[in-house]
């Protein structure tokens, strides 16, 4: 199947500090992603559609002003969680389709704490 | 009636034995129905799917059965193995590149 990577895989931060996660479709051109957040023993929940050259669509509940995406390149889609807080502590896991196929892909995740 | 439901939350099957885990959903629109295994700190991998135009698909020990009328869908795990202990999550999906709605996922324990 297709490789997608995230980077970093886990990160620690301050509280009121940004972090930026990067996600990489390897071997694959991606025109969409998607991000996902997991808490402990619960589902994945979208948080937005990443989309080259365009704008992030963003689910109902989810403050654009604070996860920011930017679709940069065919491969690359990172998302910045600004003035992060306690409570966005959570595994952050990204996604990409193969073009022309249904399948999707997961990167292996970012576990960001906030202290 | 974007959801898919998802059960058992849990399930601990012997070694050898056979695993079950049903989803049911609403929308008619899906098309594409994937399941997908996560282990603890890993991203989740694409197991096995199917696409609403036949009724079971079958990989190695891994099969999905498709009940189109029903709005149901399940995945057998044949001769569990602890190595399949994980959760396990089934989706559904409307069309190509589209975005996954997750059921609520099943974590599975075998026992050796």
């Known amino acids: 199947g297709a490789v997608v990577s995230q980077h970093p895989s886990w990160v620690i931060c301050k509280s009121g500090t940004s972090v930026k996660i990067e996600c990489r479709s390897l071997?694959?051109?991606?025109?969409?992603m998607f991000w996902y957040r997991q808490f402990p023993k619960q589902s994945l929940m979208l948080m937005a559609t990443s989309n080259e050259g365009s704008k992030a669509t963003y689910e109902q509940g989810v403050e654009k002003d604070k996860f920011l995406i930017n679709h940069a390149s065919l491969t690359l889609s990172t998302l910045t969680v600004t003035s992060a807080h306690p409570e966005d502590s959570s595994f952050y896991i990204c996604s990409a389709p193969t073009q022309g196929s249904y399948e999707q892909y997961f990167g292996p995740g970012t576990r960001l704490t906030v202290t | 009636q974007q959801q898919v439901k998802q059960s058992p939350q849990s399930l601990i099957v012997q070694k050898g034995g056979i695993s079950i885990i049903n989803c049911a959903y609403e929308?008619?629109?899906?098309?594409?129905f994937p399941w997908y295994q996560q282990f603890p700190g890993k991203g989740p991998a694409l197991l096995i799917a199917?696409?609403?135009?036949?009724s079971e698909k079958k990989e190695g020990r891994f099969t999905i059965s498709f009940n189109k009328s029903a709005k149901q869908f399940s995945l057998h795990i044949m001769d569990s193995q602890p190595g399949d202990s994980a959760t396990y999550f089934c989706?559904?999906?409307?069309?190509?590149?589209?975005?996954?709605?997750f059921g609520q996922g099943t974590e599975l324990s075998v026992k050796p």
């Open positions: 071997d694959f051109q991606a025109t969409t």
């Open positions: 199917i696409r609403p135009d036949v």
């Open positions: 929308n008619t629109a899906f098309d594409y």
């Open positions: 989706a559904a999906s409307v069309n190509q590149g589209g975005k996954l709605i």
